[in-house]
């Protein structure tokens, strides 16, 4: 499982450069960022290089923040690597609750960060461990990434 850091924030000008500014400041690096906003508000999910760290500088500067277990799954960044992943997953009745990708530095893969519901993270695990395109990650492997 990785660990990730959800932020609920007011839809303000100068309020996400405020917490980058925070973390840059504390030499954490973000290693993927993912943006849901409504007009007054917005969720920022961030997987830190430095979770730990990164929660206490936040919660240090008065932003409120929480911790999501999520799962990583690196699969061909082609035509199809999602589809496969998805297509598992919903052969098993898992539901993605919500899900972001990145293209990391060092691999010709995509890494896929999805949440499903908690009494159903283990059967995601096994089911995407089944599938031989896909490779799920920890936290110390994706951070290499």
Sequence with gaps: M???VSIFME???GRLNKMLKILAENDINIRSLNIAETMDYGIIRLILQETEKG???LKKNNIRCTLTSVLAAEVPDQPGGLSNLVDALTQAKINI???YSFL???TDNAIIIMR???EV???AIETLEKISTVNLLDAETL???
């Design 143 to 145: 951070l290499m990434k």
């Design 104 to 106: 990391p530095k060092k």
């Design 116 to 118: 499903v519901d908690d």
């Design 11 to 13: 839809n303000h000008e």
């Design 55 to 57: 929660i206490e500088v």
């Design 97 to 99: 609750v919500y899900a």
């Design 121 to 123: 993270q283990q059967k």
């Design 2 to 4: 990785i660990r990730q």
